[in-house]
C-alpha cells in the first residue's frame, strides 16, 4: 500500500529535479465540474484489461510516482497556455505606436477586457510646468541689508515659509543657493536652481514646478504672498515674477479634440499613453502580441518538458526508460514543427531554443500550439494525459494476475494504489 504520509510530505517538501517546480503551473488549470468523472472513467476504462500489479513502494518511488504526474500535468498546462486555453493566450496584446517619439502606450496590468479600439493621434501642445525666474543680480556682491529675511511659498493647497539669515560676509549667489537648497530639500513640488550669466557674471535664482497643467479653479501652480511675512525676500529676488504659466496638453484623438493637465493619459482604465512630443500628423496606436511575454512561456513550455525528461533519468527504474521514449518520442517525430517554431531538441533529449531570432514569432508559435491544426499539440495532449492518467507505469512492478480478457469486468479497487496521485489537483 502507498503510506500516504510520504505523499504528503512530499507535497510539502518535494521538488522536481532541474529547478522543475510540480505545482506552481498545473494549479493555474482550471477544471470543468466533469473533468474528475471523465477521469475516473479513464482509470476504470483502462482497469478493464489492465493486470492487476503488486508495487513495493520505498519512499523515493513514492516522491518519483507523484513528480511524474505532477510534471507531466504542469507541461500540458504549459502547452494549454500557449494555445489560448488556460489562459487568455495570444489575446496577451502590447500596445505600440507608430512613433514612439511622439508617444509611448502600454497596457496596465490590471487592464481589463474592455480595450479601446486602434486610433490615431496628433499632440498639438504638450502639458507644461510653471516657471518663475528672479532678477540676475551681480553674483560676487550683496544686494541685502544684514539681518533675518523669510519667504512664503503657496503650492497648490499648501503653504510654506522658509527663513534664512543674512551676513556682512554673504554673496547674493550664496543667497540664492541656500533658499534653493531649503526648497529642494523640503520636497514642497516644486525645484529651485540657479542660473548663471557668465557673460556679466549675474546669476537668477529659477522655480520650476514638479506638476504639470491648469491646476483647478487657478491660473498657476504656485505663487507667493508677502502681506503676512515679515521681510519678505520674494520681490527683491524677483521669483515671484512668471514666466512660463502652466498649460494643458491638446492633442487629436480620431479627429476629436482633447485636453489633459497631465502628459499621461488613460483610456478605459486599460492603457496609458505618455505624451512626448508635439506631432506634425496623426500617429497610429494599436496592438502587437507581446512577443516578451510569449518567450516568457515558450521558456517555462521548454522547462516542464526538461524537468519531465530528467525525470526519467533520474530513477534506475526499467520503466524511466519508457517514460524517456514516450516523451522524447512526441518530440523527434514533430522535430520539423519544432524548428520551425525556433525549438530544437538535443541529442540528450532535452527542448532547447535555437539562436535564429528570425524563427520566432507570434504565429509560428500560435501554429505549433493550435489545437485544431497542430499534431504536435495533439500528440503532445494524448502522451501526457496517459502519463497522467498511470503514473505508475513508468515504475518497476509485479504482475499478480491477468486480466479475464473474454469479459468486460473492471476491477474498483486497482486504481484505489494511485488515484491520489492524479485528483489532488483537481478543483
Do not use: W
Request: with cysteine; net charge negative; aromatic share 8%.
Amino acid at each position: 500500500m502507498v503510506n500516504l504520509n510520504n505523499v504528503y510530505n512530499y507535497y510539502s517538501t518535494q521538488v522536481l529535479p532541474s529547478g522543475g517546480n510540480q505545482k506552481a503551473h498545473s494549479s493555474n488549470k482550471s477544471h470543468k465540474k466533469d473533468d474528475l468523472k471523465t477521469v475516473y472513467q479513464n482509470i476504470v476504462k483502462q482497469n478493464t484489461n489492465s493486470p492487476l500489479y503488486k508495487f513495493t513502494f520505498s519512499d523515493n518511488l513514492q516522491a518519483y510516482a507523484i513528480g511524474i504526474k505532477e510534471a507531466a500535468m504542469a507541461l500540458d498546462n504549459e502547452s494549454d497556455i500557449l494555445s489560448g486555453e488556460a489562459t487568455n493566450g495570444f489575446s496577451e496584446m502590447k500596445a505600440v505606436s507608430s512613433n514612439e517619439n511622439v508617444a509611448y502606450a502600454r497596457l496596465r496590468e490590471d487592464a481589463s477586457e474592455d480595450l479601446p479600439d486602434d486610433l490615431t493621434l496628433q499632440v498639438n501642445s504638450l502639458a507644461s510646468e510653471q516657471t518663475n525666474i528672479g532678477y540676475y543680480m551681480p553674483s560676487g556682491e550683496l544686494s541685502f541689508e544684514p539681518g533675518n529675511y523669510s519667504c512664503g511659498i503657496t503650492v497648490n493647497d499648501n503653504a510654506y515659509t522658509f527663513h534664512m539669515n543674512i551676513y556682512d560676509n554673504d554673496t547674493n549667489i550664496e543667497i540664492q543657493r541656500k533658499l534653493a537648497s531649503a526648497i529642494n530639500d523640503n520636497d514642497i513640488g516644486v525645484h529651485a536652481s540657479i542660473r548663471n550669466n557668465r557673460m556679466d557674471g549675474t546669476s537668477a535664482l529659477v522655480l520650476r514646478s514638479d506638476d504639470v497643467g491648469i491646476p483647478e479653479n487657478r491660473e498657476l501652480i504656485f505663487s507667493f504672498d508677502e502681506t503676512y511675512i515679515d521681510n519678505d525676500i520674494t520681490s527683491a529676488l524677483g521669483i515671484n515674477r512668471v514666466d512660463t504659466s502652466p498649460s494643458n496638453a491638446e492633442f487629436l484623438i480620431n479627429d476629436t479634440p482633447h485636453t489633459s493637465v497631465s502628459n499621461r493619459i488613460s483610456l478605459n482604465h486599460s492603457m496609458d499613453i505618455d505624451l512626448i512630443s508635439v506631432s506634425d500628423e496623426p500617429i497610429h496606436v494599436g496592438y502587437v502580441p507581446d512577443e516578451d511575454k510569449l518567450s516568457d512561456k515558450i521558456s517555462d513550455f521548454i522547462n516542464s518538458y526538461n524537468a519531465l525528461v530528467d525525470l526519467s533519468k533520474s530513477e534506475n527504474q526499467h520503466g524511466a526508460s519508457r517514460l524517456y521514449h514516450d516523451i522524447t518520442t512526441v518530440a523527434k517525430r514533430h522535430s520539423d514543427e519544432l524548428s520551425a517554431a525556433g525549438i530544437i531538441i538535443n541529442d540528450d533529449g532535452h527542448l532547447m531554443r535555437t539562436d535564429a531570432d528570425d524563427l520566432f514569432s507570434s504565429s509560428r508559435i500560435q501554429t505549433l500550439f493550435n489545437d485544431k491544426i497542430s499534431d504536435f499539440k495533439k500528440d503532445l495532449q494524448k502522451t501526457t494525459g496517459k502519463i497522467t492518467l498511470n503514473p505508475l507505469d513508468y515504475v518497476d512492478k509485479i504482475v499478480v494476475t491477468y486480466p479475464n480478457t473474454k469479459g468486460t469486468y473492471p476491477n474498483p479497487y486497482n486504481p484505489s494504489k494511485y488515484s491520489g496521485l492524479l485528483f489532488n489537483d483537481y478543483r
